[in-house]
Structure formats: C-alpha cells, structure tokens
C-alpha cells in the first residue's frame, strides 16, 4: 500500500518532529491536538526546524514554505476521511491509546495503518481493544525525530505481515533507517540503553565523590566513544521518562533490571533534567549539595571510593544485547545498527555484538563474571555467551562469533 497522506496526533516536540520529517519527504500531514494552541505551537515548531535549516543555507525560504503549506493543524477528526496512515504521540497510558485507537477506528479508512510512537508499552495490548488489530503496529522515532534515523518497527501478536511490509517500505521512503523489533518491553534501543544508564547511577550512589564522580563517569564514557555519558544522557531524556521506562522494565525483566534508588528519589524532589532546570546536573545556576544530599538518602551501604572501569557500564548492555539476541527480538546486524543509529554507540566499535566479537567473547564472559561475584547477579552472563566460549566462537580471534571474520 502506498502512504499519500498521513496524520500525527499529539502536536509536541515529538509529535511535532514526526511532521516535519513527514513534510520534508513531500507528504501532506495533519497534525492534531486537543486544542488550537497545542496545534498552533506544534506547526510553530514544525516552522522552527525548517528556519534553522534555512538559517545553515540547506534550504530556501521559498523551500520551507512549500514544506509548510504540508501541514494542516486540527482540533479534530475532520481530515482524517483520506488518510493512509495514522501515528499518534501522545501520554504513555496503554488505557489512553486504546481509547484513541478505538476513536479512529470510525473515522478513517478500513485501509488505514494505525501506528504507536510508544518508547515502550506493549504493542498487542494497545491493539487489543480494536476492531482491526491487525492494522496495529509500533513505530518508534527517536528524539529528536527530524535528526534521528533510527526507527523500530514493533507488530504486535496480530500485527498482518501486509501492515509490518508497508510500514517498513514507507519508513525507507522518508530517509529512516527502519529496524524490526520483536515486541517486548522496552523494545531494543531502550532495553539496552537502561542496565548501561543504571549502572551508572548505582555506581553514583555508591561513590564518596557524588556530583564529582558522575563528571568522572560522564568523561570516561565520552572518551570509550559515547556521544554524551550516562548522566548527561539521562538528564537530557528526562528522569521522570527515564524512571517509568525503568520501571516497565523492571516489571517486565526482574531483578537484573532493578531501578538505582537515585532515578526515583531525583523525580519525586523535581530534579528531572535539563527541562526541569535540574537533575543530575545543573542547569539554572548553581545548587551547591543538592544531589549529593539526595545521595546520602538514598545510598545503599557505606559508600566506597573503590575505582570504576567503564566496562562496568558497556557490559550490562553488551549482556542484554546477547540476551535479546538469543530470544529473537532482532538479528545481530540489526542489533547493533540500532545500537549506533539509535544512542550512538562507537562506529569503530560496531555497536555491542562487534565490541563483545572484538573484545573477545570469552574476556566478555570472565568480566561478567567477576562484576557478578563483585557486584551482584544483575550481572549474570548470558547463556549463549558459555556455549560460545565451549564453541571457541570467541570472536575476531578465532575468525567466528556473532559474526564471521
């Protein structure tokens, strides 16, 4: 099926994203919210996006309003009679988006693909209160979206292979970099990304060194080849995201993924990043003791000035990504693709499943090892990882591991 026309709803900074690029591909949108101000500044920041491009010379002022003319704003369901494809970006509420979902079920087309920008509810149980599930699916941009051309692809348990084919194909045609993900919680990138930013934060709680250590955390991811550290990271997603992902994955994974104290303690006192104006840093003046005084409520055990490596932040998501590797939720190429495309991870590391191959995957498993009689059994090995090592699939050096050399 060929996508001509395609509606957002939810007109934020994401929702407002997802236009823009829809729009740049040549293809009208209607971007919708609940009322004419959340439209008005949706278009406003669908208009900002394009004048920072005409402001760097990569387009006219006659280009930008051509994009422009695009997009239409809507408070309601009127223009939805045509369209093809329907993504909505709104509240992370699995009751909400079904409600949704059941609404546009009546207005558009029989056709229509109806597509959630969810970072990590469950595909199936969005669709299960729809007439036609199969038309259901997960379609994941990364912030910002005009940026980021990594999207994951999720078909819930009645997703039509029709629905995950077009939907793959269309992403194509608007310039992403499309990554099937078999539905689980978390999907891949944010399933990954969090035991590496946990770490980092229970490291923090157990540091004598509190703001400190985090600039020393931060600095030594940067210099392994991370765009930005854990604690930039988080602050820039926002602690309250970045806790209720956790949580989700916490249900979801058990103890393995159990939340740092930190993440919960810096939401509930409003510390929640960049947009808050504070969260593990901060970021209107400063407020000398305020983190370290959350620290000390929150530390488990006496805090040790013990030295960290930063394999004890990279192997949590190496780990999970053989665990995720192992249960199908994506191929090893696409794996690390998504990995790279998705948070950065080093190119010249290849993202996780390349790193562990050129590492070694039995110096992979003796680190993970070690961390679990130092650390815990959050980090237990993952069992593929054993039968590699007996296999001597241990990587470059043996010419075979997740991949071939």
Request: charged content about 20%.
């Amino acid at each position: 099926m060929y996508i001509y026309k395609v509606a957002v709803i939810g007109a934020g900074t994401m929702g407002a994203g997802i236009a823009q690029v829809m729009t740049y591909a040549g293809i009208p949108v209607v971007l919708k919210d609940v009322n004419q101000d959340a439209v008005d500044r949706g278009i406003k920041t669908v208009r900002h996006i394009y004048q920072s491009r005409v402001d760097k010379g990569k387009m006219t002022a006659t280009e930008m309003e051509q994009k422009m003319a695009l997009v239409t704003g809507a408070t309601d369901y009127s223009g939805f009679s045509d369209v093809d494809l329907v993504i909505e970006a709104i509240f992370e509420d699995v009751s909400v988006k079904q409600k949704l979902l059941t609404e546009l079920e009546s207005v558009c087309p029989e056709s229509t693909i109806l597509a959630t920008n969810t970072s990590s509810l469950p595909i199936s149980a969005i669709a299960a209160k729809t007439k036609r599930p199969e038309k259901v699916i997960g379609m994941h941009f990364f912030n910002p979206a005009p940026a980021m051309k990594l999207v994951e692809i999720i078909p819930g348990m009645a997703t039509s292979e029709e629905t995950l084919s077009d939907l793959i194909l269309f992403s194509e045609s608007i310039r992403k970099i499309p990554i099937r993900v078999q539905e689980c919680a978390g999907f891949l990138v944010n399933r990954l990304l969090l035991p590496y930013l946990n770490e980092a934060a229970l490291a923090l709680e157990e540091s004598t060194e509190g703001v400190a250590a985090a600039q020393k955390i931060d600095q030594a991811v940067v210099a392994f080849g991370m765009p930005m550290g854990p604690f930039t990271l988080l602050d820039t997603i926002g602690i309250d995201v970045s806790a209720k992902v956790a949580d989700i994955l916490y249900d979801a994974f058990g103890p393995r993924m159990k939340p740092a104290n930190i993440l919960d303690a810096l939401y509930k006192s409003g510390r929640c990043g960049v947009k808050s104006g504070a969260g593990f840093y901060e970021y209107q003046g400063e407020e000398k003791g305020a983190l370290q005084a959350i620290l000390q409520t929150v530390r488990r055990g006496q805090p040790s000035s013990q030295a960290f490596s930063v394999e004890r932040f990279i192997l949590p998501m190496v780990n999970e990504a053989v665990i995720a590797f192992q249960e199908g939720v994506a191929s090893a190429n696409d794996i690390d693709v998504a990995m790279m495309a998705g948070t950065g991870f080093p190119q010249d590391k290849g993202g996780p499943l390349h790193y562990a191959d050129q590492v070694g995957i039995d110096t992979v498993l003796s680190d993970l090892k070690r961390l679990t009689t130092q650390l815990g059994e959050r980090f237990w090995p993952a069992p593929m990882l054993k039968r590699m090592v007996d296999a001597r699939y241990l990587g470059k050096k043996t010419g075979k591991g997740f991949f071939n050399y």
